[in-house]
């Protein structure tokens, strides 16, 4: 409370996080199921999509599993969302290229990309490396999502093109988005 | 229990995968889905009769239970089944756990153990030593997990799935045959086939 006779200094409006901005484009998309592999990037997200009853959301033992649990889900006729880091999605080529791709199953993948701008494992930095060429051997649409100011619309038209067009999407979340993860000790 | 060499004790019958699977479907009369994992299991599911509640997996081995828990969380008053053969389940055991975590009463996973990998030349699995793969389920927490000890009681524990409230799990010991027909790999169609048998789609 500002103190009687000072005029209050004009706050703009506080501005929506990234996480806000996802969690918002998979309701307004309908996107209810969201299994996930955890990341330390993803742990608002995925709390606050656990405090959601909108939707039902889970950790999955492998992310090749979260794949196969959101293309029968969406066969049946719910959509989902798949949640993983650059390390998880490098387990995936043989799931996109003998089920997502050729049984033209929306995927929707939100991928948190380590291995870049401030990588302290040099293992991240090696497998963060074969993500895109992944992405492009496959010829998958993705998106390098790297701006607060441009996400939602990314967000919300790379999910909507997903389904529409019956072909998988990655949307890959840049530490400059996000903040990333840093070495801290 | 085990035999001094380490092999699990078994009083389970060896039986017919494509006997098995048209037992299985001969005894859905409510549209009941059915995901047949890769290889051998979803030939046979074909040769049983193609069904429009039927989904045949071409490659991305391991995926018939987490399919099938797919289908089950989306459509939980449709009763959903899995088949897949030992070899996939050790690929993606995690989903085990995933399933009995969430516990969808309407899956019902069945698990077609020959020890081998047939279509592959017969290999044996690393399970075929001495793991018993319904002893891993009940530990992953499915506790309605059975191995059918032979066609009748498999019948018994599949018409016990049809009304279950639990996830249930049945272990049958099969022989070394290959399916006795082959799916037809048009991926695209049958997933729009399955889209239309699950009351998802309309024709165009």
């Not at chain 1, 010829?139 to 093109?161: G, N, V, Y």
């Not at chain 2, 989904?55 to 449709?78: D, E, K």
Request: proline share 6%; hydrophobic share 45%; with cysteine.
């Amino acid at each position: 409370m500002a103190p009687a006779g000072t005029p209050p200094v004009p706050q703009p409006a506080p501005e929506k996080s990234w996480h806000d901005v996802a969690l918002q484009a998979l309701k307004r998309n309908d996107i209810r199921l969201v299994p996930y592999v955890p990341d330390r990037i993803l742990t608002t997200l995925i709390r606050n999509i656990h405090a959601d009853p909108f939707f039902t959301t889970f950790p999955t033992a492998r992310e090749e599993e979260a794949v196969g649990i959101v293309a029968g889900a969406w066969m049946a006729g719910m959509r989902g969302a798949v949640l993983m880091q650059t390390s998880g999605f490098a387990t995936l080529p043989n799931v996109l290229a003998s089920l997502a791709i050729p049984y033209q199953i929306p995927l929707i993948m939100f991928v948190s990309e380590r291995g870049t701008l401030g990588e302290f494992n040099y293992g991240q930095s090696l497998v963060g490396r074969t993500m895109r060429p992944v992405l492009d051997s496959l010829a998958m649409e993705h998106h390098t999502c790297t701006r607060l100011d441009e996400f939602e619309f990314i967000a919300d038209r790379s999910i909507k093109q997903a389904i529409t067009t019956q072909a998988p999407v990655a949307l890959i979340l840049s530490p400059l988005l996000t903040g990333g993860k840093v070495f801290d000790k | 229990m085990s035999t001094a060499a380490g092999a699990p004790v078994r009083n389970t019958k060896v039986m017919s995968r494509f006997d098995l699977t048209s037992r299985l479907v001969a005894k859905l009369k409510h549209e009941e889905a059915v995901i047949g994992g890769i290889g051998n299991t979803n030939f046979d599911l074909w040769a049983a009769g193609h069904r429009p509640q039927n989904f045949y997996m071409l490659g991305s081995m391991g995926l018939g239970f987490p399919i099938a828990l797919g289908v089950a969380l989306a459509q939980p008053n449709r009763r959903v089944f899995g088949l897949e053969g030992d070899g996939s389940l050790l690929m993606q055991m995690g989903c085990l756990s995933t399933i009995a975590m969430l516990k969808p009463k309407n899956l019902t996973m069945i698990v077609m153990d020959n020890g081998i990998y047939q279509i592959t030349g017969a290999q044996p699995t690393a399970a075929a030593a001495a793991a018993d793969i319904v002893a891993i389920a009940t530990a992953s927490g499915l506790s309605n997990s059975a191995w059918a000890a032979d066609e009748e009681d498999f019948e018994r524990l599949v018409d016990q799935a049809l009304s279950a409230s639990d996830p249930t799990l049945i272990g049958v010991r099969i022989d070394d045959k290959p399916g006795v027909g082959a799916t037809r790999r048009d991926p695209a169609q049958i997933r729009e086939r399955f889209m239309l048998g699950l009351g998802v789609r309309e024709a165009l």
